[in-house]
């Protein structure tokens, strides 16, 4: 299931319920963002029951802290005791609150407005529309674009760390042999990298890289089942409804055929 998440008065998705859910529990998101799947009549906060149902369990929208005011200074002088002198260590000290005071006077009190969490009154209808066919088609180009980009970024990333390994030993001399020439460089750091990346090697090194593309690649595989099924319906109602009228025509011929024969036979 794609779920798409509507945050800074933009769409953004799809993702899956897994990773809606680690990142309630990591804190990126808030419960009070909006979401929305195929089937839903409306988006709905991520605390909601219908996203109960589905295995996302949120806790409450995070609260909004109020700035807190200290009480009036004249009103704490007047409940004190009242000394005829004091000593000029309290006088110093009534001058530096008298200070605070008027200096926290002069603060604007700050509303912070999360990006999870606004206003409804903010949306627009065009903000609740699903993305159509062509603009997933048009998104699913810009990933397989960037997805293409990571073997030679991890291939140049574990050039640069030297991280070596017996399973791609051979493409580290296609690298080397590449570097020396002056020639190929390009295709012989994406052979490195794809080969990182068929072995299934990890290192802390390639960790921000690898994190990258498996993300892409689940947009990718997200994004390709739901063209699927918005694509499929497409590809399929045509040649149903044509095959329908052959065969409905063969019928009527057979019929008709059967009838005449049965005439001329009397």
Do not use: C
């Amino acid at each position: 299931m794609q779920v798409y998440l509507h945050q800074n008065n933009q769409q953004e998705g799809p993702f899956t319920l897994p990773r809606i859910s680690a990142r309630i529990v990591s804190g990126d998101l808030d419960s009070a963002t909006l979401a929305w799947h195929e089937g839903l009549d409306n988006w709905y906060p991520l605390n909601h029951e219908k996203w109960q149902a589905l295995g996302i369990v949120a806790p409450p929208p995070r609260e909004k802290v109020p700035l807190q005011q200290s009480a009036p200074v004249e009103e704490t002088q007047k409940e004190g005791p009242t000394f005829d002198s004091t000593s000029e260590e309290e006088t110093d000290d009534e001058a530096s609150i008298v200070q605070s005071a008027e200096q926290l006077s002069e603060l604007e009190p700050v509303v912070e407005e999360g990006p999870s969490s606004p206003s409804f009154a903010s949306y627009t209808e065009e903000d609740f529309k699903p993305p159509s066919f062509e603009e997933m088609e048009k998104q699913m180009i810009e990933l397989r674009v960037k997805r293409a980009g990571f073997p030679e970024a991890i291939g140049r990333r574990a050039h640069e760390i030297n991280f070596r390994d017996e399973e791609i030993e051979n493409a580290w001399g296609v690298v080397e042999n590449a570097l020396e020439s002056g020639k190929g460089e390009e295709q012989a750091f994406a052979s490195l990298g794809q080969a990182i990346l068929s072995a299934g090697l990890n290192d802390p090194g390639l960790d921000v890289l690898r994190d990258e593309e498996r993300d892409v690649a689940d947009r990718m595989l997200n994004l390709q089942m739901q063209l699927r099924r918005m694509g499929g319906a497409k590809q399929v109602k045509g040649p149903a409804s044509w095959k329908k009228w052959v065969i409905l025509g063969l019928t009527a011929l057979f019929i008709g055929g059967t009838i005449v024969g049965v005439l001329l036979a009397s």
